[in-house]
């Protein structure tokens, strides 16, 4: 079996596992017309879709990654758990700072370029949530700042 059709195996399987748990999402009353079960159902069509394709396609066998670009991946999926345990904790705005700074710095920006696009993405998305599309999110340790 070649790697795209094993890759392509792995997202219907991906894709059953968060249809199975999205079915289960029901709001006891509905101030949404789709509700909370939509997102997930959407998101596991979409990669049953790919995970098809795939399947279908087949084709020749994916290039081998090179040891830079995997180093990045792990880094990245790293950065990516660290933000999930961290994220109520510290808040959003200082969760998603560090965590959009170390991002970049993954993908070459210097450290001042970081740390401005970091602020700008974490303050400016959290404005546009809370106050915008009234989503609340976690304050955290900045508590009243915003």
Do not use: K
Request: proline residues 4%; charged residues 10%.
């Amino acid at each position: 079996m070649s790697s795209n059709r094993s890759l392509g195996a792995m997202a219907l399987l991906m894709a059953a596992t968060l249809a199975a748990f999205g079915w289960g999402l029901v709001a006891p009353f509905a101030y949404e017309p789709v509700g909370p079960r939509a997102f997930p159902m959407l998101t596991a069509g979409l990669i049953a879709l790919c995970g098809v394709i795939l399947l279908i396609g087949g084709g020749n066998d994916a290039e081998a990654v090179s040891h830079r670009t995997m180093t990045g991946i792990v880094m990245l999926t790293v950065t990516l758990l660290v933000y999930a345990v961290i994220f109520e904790r510290l808040g959003y705005v200082p969760a998603t700072f560090l965590m959009s700074g170390i991002v970049a710095r993954i993908f070459g920006a210097s450290w001042v370029q970081a740390a401005v696009s970091g602020a700008v993405l974490s303050v400016g998305s959290y404005l546009l949530f809370d106050r915008g599309l009234d989503v609340v999110l976690p304050a955290g340790i900045l508590g009243g700042l915003f």
